[in-house]
């Protein structure tokens, strides 16, 4: 497994397995550091070593703004799926399958639209085809909350926000231990990371990718959480509907699927992948 650090002007910090056939990129929702993919990395491992080290390449990075590359964020969508294909183009590993939690998804749309030699398969987890008003008001409420905290408030009400934003009811009861321990832990991250959140919240206020969607010619496979508030699963059906894309469901889950059924949420997207994967087979 390779790390590269980001520096300025530099690429994305990025992280890329030593093993494995198959390049597959996860881009982060807007929140996240490519470390928090580790739980739905495993099982992607664990198809690898079925497969005699064949199957999975796992490729990880950071958005400009995040954790691994601190400094301001593009306010644009396009704008970080330009710095994923500089990301792709210089790994050179050929076209890679994309799977993109929320703010991950929405780029991944838009780097599939825009380089369609880099993406030979498409999954959007958690991602509707546009903003909301509803959503637009979160997104404001968060950016008012990391303002007043760089200003000097308390950071954890951010979290506070995003708890009560991302996670189903159902989830924050039987985990209040492990959101106490995420709420701590948001309170003592830097101030640069909440500045470059700002700027990945600009880029996600009033979006609309139903032109680049129109454009997407890959398999695609969208990944819905019926109890998804900030996402709506309408509206993520109706990206599934501009992608021509297959749909899965997962039927409690929060916005944070990731975090709240990491393994239902590999499976989907294994099995989706398996299948193409047969596909590319030479026969």
Same mark, same amino acid.
């Given at each position: 497994?390779?790390?590269?650090?980001?520096?300025?002007?530099?690429?994305?910090?990025?992280?890329? %397995?030593?093993e494995?056939?198959?390049?597959?990129?996860?881009? @982060?929702?807007?929140?996240?550091?490519? !470390? !928090?993919?580790?739980?739905?990395?495993?099982?992607?491992r664990?198809?690898?070593?079925? @497969?005699?080290?064949?199957?999975?390449?796992? *490729?990880?990075?950071?958005?400009?703004?995040?954790?691994? @590359?601190?400094?301001?964020? =593009?306010?644009?969508?396009?704008?970080?799926?330009?710095?994923?294909?500089?990301?792709?183009?210089?790994?050179d590993l050929?076209?890679?399958?994309?799977?993109? /939690?929320?703010?991950?998804?929405?780029?991944?749309?838009?780097?599939?639209?825009?380089?369609?030699?880099l &993406?030979?398969s498409?999954?959007?987890?958690?991602?509707?085809i546009?903003?909301?008003?509803?959503?637009?008001?979160?997104?404001?409420?968060?950016?008012?909350?990391?303002?007043?905290?760089?200003?000097?408030?308390?950071?954890?009400? &951010?979290? %506070?926000?995003?708890?009560?934003?991302?996670?189903?009811?159902?989830?924050?009861n039987?985990h /209040?231990g492990?959101?106490?321990?995420?709420?701590?832990q *948001?309170?003592?991250?830097? =101030?640069?990371?909440?500045?470059?959140?700002?700027?990945?919240?600009?880029? &996600?206020?009033?979006? %609309? &990718?139903?032109?680049?969607?129109?454009?997407?010619?890959?398999?695609?496979?969208?990944? *819905?959480?019926?109890?998804?508030?900030?996402?709506?699963?309408?509206?993520?059906?109706?990206?599934?509907?501009?992608?021509?894309? %297959?749909?899965?469901?997962?039927?409690?889950?929060?916005?944070?699927? *990731?975090?709240?059924?990491?393994?239902?949420?590999?499976?989907?997207?294994?099995?989706?992948?398996?299948?193409?994967?047969? !596909?590319?087979?030479?026969?």
């Open positions: 497994m390779t790390n590269s650090p980001a520096t300025s002007n530099a690429l994305l910090a990025h992280q890329v %397995d030593a494995g056939e198959e390049p597959l990129l996860l881009l @982060n929702g807007g929140m996240m550091s490519f !470390a !928090a993919w580790e739980p739905v990395a495993t099982p992607l664990a198809v690898r070593a079925e @497969n005699g080290g064949r199957r999975y390449r796992l *490729i990880g990075c950071d958005f400009r703004g995040q954790l691994r @590359n601190p400094g301001a964020a =593009p306010e644009q969508l396009a704008e970080h799926a330009a710095d994923v294909a500089a990301l792709l183009h210089h790994l050929g076209p890679v399958d994309v799977v993109g /939690a929320s703010f991950g998804g929405l780029v991944g749309v838009e780097l599939a639209a825009a380089h369609p030699e &993406v030979r498409l999954v959007v987890a958690t991602a509707a546009r903003a909301d008003e509803a959503m637009d008001a979160g997104t404001d409420r968060m950016s008012e909350l990391i303002r007043d905290g760089l200003a000097g408030g308390d950071f954890a009400f &951010v979290h %506070d926000l995003m708890a009560e934003q991302f996670f189903s009811p159902a989830w924050r039987e /209040a492990e959101i106490a321990a995420r709420r701590a *948001i309170a003592t991250l830097p =101030p640069w990371w909440f500045e470059g959140l700002l700027g990945i919240l600009a880029a &996600v206020r009033g979006y %609309d &990718v139903s032109t680049a969607a129109a454009r997407v010619r890959c398999p695609a496979l969208v990944v *819905i959480a019926a109890g998804d508030e900030v996402m709506k699963p309408v509206s993520c059906r109706e990206l599934a509907t501009a992608l021509r894309a %297959d749909v899965v469901e997962h039927l409690t889950s929060g916005h944070a699927l *990731i975090v709240e059924d990491p393994a239902w949420m590999a499976r989907a997207f294994i099995d989706f992948l398996a299948v193409l994967s047969v !596909a590319r087979t030479p026969r």
